[in-house]
């Protein structure tokens, strides 16, 4: 592949993928700690695990991966150009909406360790299932690139 990443573009593209599957992996696990945190009262010792657990999951994993995983990929996307086709104009609306989960996650983890509780725990239950319609619609996109 041309462009400013030469030889270097294939190693890009597999550093973008391996960080997209970490900050998925986190974006599944996050709504189910909460599921599970959500069955303990605010202020109980469970409480309190669960709060640091969601921190951790956040600012070891998520986060981070989620700077990579759009580092990488704004990388590959100036090396191919943004004239490659309609998909990856679709492709980066849902990276952003996904993105913009990703914040309504991290708020809802601050609002538990303030001792805020919204929902319950069928709601996060349903809500962990939201990262898998953008993966499966995106992975489409990429693969096919079907505009």
């Known amino acids: 592949m041309e462009g400013f990443l030469g030889h270097a573009y294939l190693w890009v593209k597999a550093a973008h993928i391996i960080f ?5 992996a986190g974006m599944f696990m996050m709504p189910r700690y909460f599921a599970y945190h959500s069955q303990y009262a605010s202020g109980s010792d469970e409480d309190a ?12 994993i998520i986060n981070p991966a989620m700077i990579l995983a ?3 990929g704004i990388m590959l996307v100036v090396n191919i150009g943004f ?8 492709k980066l609306l849902l990276v952003t909406l996904l993105s913009g989960f990703h914040g309504i996650l991290s708020r809802w983890r601050k609002e538990f360790a303030a001792g805020t509780r919204n929902h319950g725990e069928k709601f996060y239950r349903r809500v962990n299932e939201v990262p898998a319609f953008f993966i499966i619609a995106i992975v489409i996109l ?3 690139k079907p505009f």
């Open 20 to 24: 997209v599957i970490f900050w998925m």
């Open 49 to 60: 695990k669960w709060i640091e657990r969601e921190l951790k999951l956040m600012r070891i």
């Open 70 to 72: 759009w580092t990488m």
């Open 83 to 90: 004239s490659t086709g309609g998909w990856l104009h679709v």
């Open 142 to 144: 990429v693969v096919t």
